[in-house]
């Protein structure tokens, strides 16, 4: 396995706080696990079909889970989110760099999801 790392805390647009945990890859896929905190004054909805992995030759990968139920977090609130990126011939192993993007992200009182930000990662066991 390869480990990434990345900022430990990010604020993104829209009251959006993530700390991140940790990121690995084997042969195929690439899962990273944050901590999202609402810190906005609306309950935020967290669509973790909205988040990608963008490559570093631009390719986005889209997160295809089978979870498809979003997460409700309300104001001063947080919760744990793992998103995993996996597609047919790609090597997550291989990547020094990527970054997640952190989109799916909407409120009770503007329900159209967005992106907010993106999290860089850094391979730190290229071998």
């Known amino acids: 396995d390869i480990r990434f790392a990345a900022p ?3 604020m993104l647009c ?4 993530v700390t991140f945990q940790r990121a690995d890859a084997d042969d195929d896929s ?5 901590y999202i905190a609402n810190y906005s004054d609306q309950e935020m909805i967290v669509n973790r079909d909205g988040f990608g992995l963008r490559l570093p030759t631009g390719q986005v990968l889209q997160r295809r889970g ?4 979003p997460y409700r977090i309300a104001p001063g609130q947080g ?3 793992w998103v995993k990126f996996t597609e047919d011939g790609f090597e997550a192993n291989r990547l020094a760099s990527a970054s997640v993007i952190v989109g799916g992200i909407s409120y009770a009182n503007d329900p159209i999801p967005r992106v907010v ?3 860089p990662l850094t391979s ?3 071998q």
């Open 30 to 34: 690439l899962m990273a696990r944050f």
């Open 8 to 10: 430990p805390q990010a």
């Open 66 to 69: 089978f979870n498809q139920t």
């Open 117 to 119: 930000g993106e999290i």
């Open 14 to 17: 829209g009251g959006v706080s």
């Open 79 to 81: 919760r744990q989110v």
């Open 124 to 126: 730190t066991s290229l």
